[in-house]
């Protein structure tokens, strides 16, 4: 169970980045695609490990490496772009419910992945509590709560929903069509060759005129601002991701995957303890029946991590 405890461990790391994304999204970094361009170039530096772990996979894995790597920035442009006009709250939840859902579908369909008794009974859990973290009560009829869960009575956040699910749907498949490779090849070359893809659809973006005048001014006010928090962020998110990626090389892409509700298990705690101490960064809601919502989610993700154990 090596995997479990790397994939937990990520998800830690990960989470703090998903609170630290938000904030700089809105004070550091508000261009989507100039974060998404950063992003992408910054996790590059992987390649300086090339000379000792690359190795050449052939015609075929490479093409289908550099293909895979594209698909990372194409889900973190659709997540930041929900992130940016959508709630946190919502958004996040959402897209950790739909990515393990639809990473189960396509590792059943494509990779041929198998799950135990027991392993089924922790997906549920795992899925239940993250379902539950995002499902916020309100109004009196079941249908008004559906509707405002999905954010469905203003146009922006039902934008942003439609934005999430596409955002859910990429990377899931993202991490179906890495796990294939991981296969297949070894680690660290497959990973970065995989990274390699990133970058070089990120330099895409630079291709159209709007594009690359919305980067560069992106560029130019990071500059002036204290970017040393934007490149401390992506120095642990890579840490978180590159871990996370293990954790899907050594178990079952689906699992690692459900899993995720634990990440925002560890947002919860987390934008609770900012909320309370630092109350102008993040404002959550602390209403005793949300507390009990949380609680309950927290504790239905921890019966699927035993499940996941036993």
Request: a positive charge; glycine letters at 6%.
């Amino acid at each position: 169970m090596d995997w479990l405890v790397i994939a937990i461990a990520a998800y830690l790391i990960l989470a703090i980045v998903n609170l630290s994304d938000k904030f700089l999204l809105e004070n550091l970094v508000p261009s989507t695609k100039t974060y998404t361009f950063l992003v992408g170039v910054l996790g590059a530096v992987v390649l300086v490990l090339a000379p000792w772990f690359l190795e050449w996979p052939g015609f075929f894995w490479l093409i289908y490496n550099l293909v895979v790597g594209a698909l990372f920035p194409v889900a973190l442009l659709l997540l930041y772009r929900s992130l940016k006009i959508g709630d946190v709250s919502k958004i996040i939840p959402l897209i950790g419910g739909l990515v393990p859902i639809f990473t189960i579908i396509l590792a059943l369909v494509f990779l041929g992945e198998t799950f135990s008794s027991l392993q089924w009974l922790a997906l549920f859990f795992l899925l239940l509590g993250t379902v539950l973290l995002a499902w916020l009560p309100s109004g009196h009829s079941l249908w008004t709560k559906v509707l405002i869960w999905f954010g469905l009575v203003k146009q922006k956040n039902f934008i942003a929903i439609l934005t999430a699910v596409a955002a859910a749907f990429f990377f899931a498949v993202f991490f179906v069509a890495t796990k294939y490779i991981y296969l297949n090849q070894t680690f660290f070359s497959a990973f970065i060759w995989i990274r390699l893809g990133t970058l070089l659809c990120v330099l895409f973006l630079l291709v159209p005129k709007a594009n690359r005048k919305e980067i560069f001014v992106g560029l130019k006010k990071l500059k002036k601002k204290k970017s040393v928090l934007f490149f401390a962020n992506q120095g642990i998110a890579a840490v978180g991701f590159l871990l996370q990626n293990y954790a899907v090389f050594l178990g079952s892409v689906a699992l690692v995957n459900a899993l995720q509700g634990v990440q925002y298990a560890f947002l919860l705690v987390l934008g609770g303890l900012i909320s309370v101490f630092y109350p102008k960064l993040l404002q959550e809601d602390v209403s005793k029946g949300i507390i009990i919502q949380k609680i309950l989610a927290i504790t239905l993700i921890s019966i699927g991590l035993y499940f996941m154990v036993v």
